[in-house]
């Protein structure tokens, strides 16, 4: 009766919207880590396609974090833009500032106006970017970056070390509290400083001067670790340390970020205009030393799967995004299959708790849920195929990967047994139980009515659906007192080690964990080794052990690795495709993108 039912609900959540194309693909194989600390390079990578045209590329990938957006498109966008690359967003961001942003959909913006210290290339190998080399000394304590000559911002002004000092002061300084700041945490006295008090001068003022970051000239940046930190060099390409201006941040107060005059970048392209929920503009920054091949981009806002893929069709967008809903439609268009690329990503997502509130302070009662989750069902008929099930958080193609775990697969008679065995006994005595969902796009309510369903059907527990604009579920989700009991979430890896899945992520001292109320001093313990040896088989072994602790502790149940998948007009070419991107192919590499009339 049960598949029944899932079958006849599968066919309701296909015939939602109106659908649209996508082909087959072939996995490729995500990149290794950085290793050992060196001068001037980054980690080890398996380099993925760089097209000159839509290739057919299939994978397995993160799920992109919610946002806001308009339900119609733009009514004002050209048929042709000419040299602007015109991009299909989902969800409007909640903030675009470099030291509070958080999310994928505001972290593409800011990787476009902003440049770190390093990046990634194509290969997701860490290169020089602001700073041309860099160097570590012996024992990965200390690492010196030397600036490339005569930087400048967009508007002309010159750029130095002292700019990056600020991103890293503004980043850790409790008064700024922003989404990454732990990510810093290596960093000497990083931790201090955020947790300082304002309002006690000095106390506030002698942990921003013990912050180990310095300018020691124009050229030099040095950073001071707390303990040996041997990829370091790659979270210096984060957006927590991209250069905003000073400047313009106190002229413009907390919501600076909003004017695109203020937003003065020395990345390859500069904020335009941003007209909120519909779309963000930028321009070539002609001050960049790499300067872009394209005159702007255009990020078009469009929550409704439907409404972006007539957008398309019409000529307003250059890439689209299409719903999991669509696939099917895709594939049937001749025109449109030969225009779908789809390939692997870095990205988990699963069945998120928040383990302060009851039930799910209850681990048995995690257990119950984890169980029920029918993976297979979910990705193969409600997703059209467009992920993979999963088990573990680190995804394969990532060190770290756990081929080995089996635990909480979907198992009706464990599930049972599990909430039997927790302190309620039955479904009965439970006490409430909502999941929040973004109701932007319809097809995103049939998907958590489906996971709903199954745990009336499993475990005869009833799951209210509490839906909210996407924008509102974020901010939700970034404090423990509103977290919501469960929702489905996860992770878009930064950068391909298994130190940015487990310490970044599950640390108790990270925000993340935090938000969902977690912490284990034993992973605690494990994730150090990880983070401080400069031996990278006892740093792996070191994050796996610290992933069983985690799987088995179920803050999150595992579920998926999304496929990053786009519609892609053939006039866009020389766009390489990473499993580090997320909004659009290309997004770390965009100075290589050409536009062909």
């Known amino acids: 009766m049960r598949k029944r039912m899932i079958a006849l609900f599968a066919l309701l959540v296909l015939i939602l919207p109106v659908l649209a194309a996508c082909g087959a693909a072939t996995p490729t194989t995500a990149p290794a880590a950085t290793t050992a600390p060196t001068a001037a390079t980054g980690g080890e990578a398996t380099a993925p396609p760089v097209a000159d045209a839509p290739t057919t590329a299939p994978t397995d990938v993160p799920a992109a974090a919610p946002t806001d957006a308009p339900a119609d498109p733009p009514t004002a966008a050209p048929t042709s833009a000419g040299n602007v690359l015109r991009i299909h967003q989902v969800a409007y961001p ?5 030291q509070k942003s958080s999310y994928s959909g505001e972290i593409v913006l800011l990787s476009q106006n902003y440049e770190g210290l390093t990046r990634l290339d194509e290969n997701l190998e860490t ?8 160097e570590y000394n012996a024992d990965a304590t200390v690492i010196t970056f030397t600036l490339r000559p005569d930087l400048k911002y967009s508007d002309g002004s010159p750029l130095t070390a002292e700019n990056f000092v600020y991103a890293a002061q503004r980043n850790c300084d409790s008064a700024t509290a922003g989404e990454y700041q732990s990510i810093l945490f290596d960093l000497a006295g990083c931790a201090d400083f955020a947790s300082s008090v304002v309002t006690d001068t000095a106390a506030y003022d002698a942990a921003k001067a013990g912050l180990g970051v310095s300018a020691p000239d124009a050229n030099t940046v040095v950073m001071q670790m707390a303990q040996p930190a041997p990829y370091f060099h790659t979270v210096a390409s984060l957006w927590v340390m991209y250069p905003a201006k000073q400047e313009m941040i106190e002229k413009g107060g907390e919501t600076w970020w909003q004017d695109p005059e203020a937003q003065i970048g020395n990345g390859p392209f500069q904020f335009s205009s941003i007209v909120e929920d519909q779309q963000i503009d930028f321009v070539r920054n002609d001050n960049y030393w790499n300067p872009a091949k394209l005159d702007g981009l255009s990020f078009i806002y469009i929550d409704d799967s439907s409404v972006a893929l007539e957008a398309y069709k019409s000529g307003q967008l250059d890439i689209f995004s299409p719903d999991p809903s669509q696939i099917p439609a895709v594939q049937e268009d001749a025109e449109l299959a030969s225009l779908y690329v789809a390939y692997e990503g870095a990205n988990t997502t699963g069945l998120q708790f928040n383990t302060k509130l009851a039930p799910f302070d209850d681990l048995k009662v995690r257990e119950a849920f984890a169980y029920a989750l029918d993976r297979e069902t979910y990705c193969e008929v409600i997703r059209n195929a467009d992920c993979l099930q999963t088990l573990t958080w680190i995804p394969k193609g990532i060190p770290g990967y756990d081929a080995d775990e089996t635990r909480f697969a979907f198992d009706e008679a464990a599930a049972k047994a599990a909430l039997a065995e927790s302190s309620y006994g039955s479904a009965d005595a439970l006490p409430e139980i909502t999941m929040m969902y973004a109701t932007n796009d319809p097809a995103n309510q049939a998907r958590h009515e489906f996971v709903a369903n199954t745990f009336r059907d499993v475990l005869g527990v009833e799951v209210t659906l509490q839906g909210l604009p996407s924008k509102d579920v974020s901010a939700a989700k970034k404090d423990n007192a509103t977290y919501p009991q ?23 001292n990270a925000t993340f964990a935090q938000r969902q109320g977690y912490g284990n001093p034993a992973a605690d313990e494990l994730m150090k080794v990880g983070d401080t040896s400069t031996d990278q088989a006892a740093r792996i072994a070191a994050y796996q052990e610290a992933q069983k602790i985690i799987i088995g502790d179920l803050p ?5 690795n999304r496929v990053n998948k786009y519609v892609i007009n053939p006039r866009v070419t020389g766009y390489a495709m990473t499993p580090a991107d997320d909004q659009f192919p290309g997004q770390w590499s965009s100075t290589s993108i050409s536009i062909t009339e």
């Open 94 to 98: 909640d903030v675009f500032d470099p």
């Open 556 to 560: 999150i149940a595992p579920m998926y």
């Open 486 to 508: 469960l929702s489905l979430g996860g992770w878009i890896g930064d950068y391909p080690d298994p130190q940015n899945w487990v310490s970044v992520f599950w640390n108790s």
């Open 127 to 134: 290169v020089p970017a602001a700073a041309e080399s860099w």
